[in-house]
């Protein structure tokens, strides 16, 4: 009986990790780099090209995962994309 219990708990754990996965979102708020105000309109268009940037490089199969979050590797080059702009993540 124990042994079957452990084996829940493990199986809950994963498919909890999984969700949280998935869940995961591309960042929304930024702040410039070197500690600027920014143009709320350049901000968007930034995001247009960095998004299109996942598109490009990255595989159909690569960018989602499948509950419809971005993959890690898509947060990366969004991310990276953004840095390149002149933007990072803000908390």
Same mark, same amino acid.
């Given at each position: ?5 452990? +084996? /829940?708990? =493990? ?16 960042? %929304? ?21 960095? +998004? /299109?940037? =996942? ?16 993959? %890690? ?19």
């Amino acid at each position: 009986m124990e042994l079957g219990l452990r +084996r /829940a708990q =493990i199986l809950f754990g994963v498919v909890v990790y999984l969700a949280a996965a998935g869940c995961t979102a591309l960042p %929304e708020k930024f702040k410039r780099i070197d500690g600027r105000a920014f143009n709320q309109s350049q901000l968007l268009n930034d995001q247009t090209i960095c +998004r /299109a940037e =996942i598109k490009n490089n990255l595989s159909t199969a690569n960018q989602t995962t499948a509950w419809g979050g971005p993959t %890690e590797d898509a947060i990366t080059v969004y991310t990276g994309c953004m840095a390149r702009h002149g933007y990072r993540a803000a908390e």
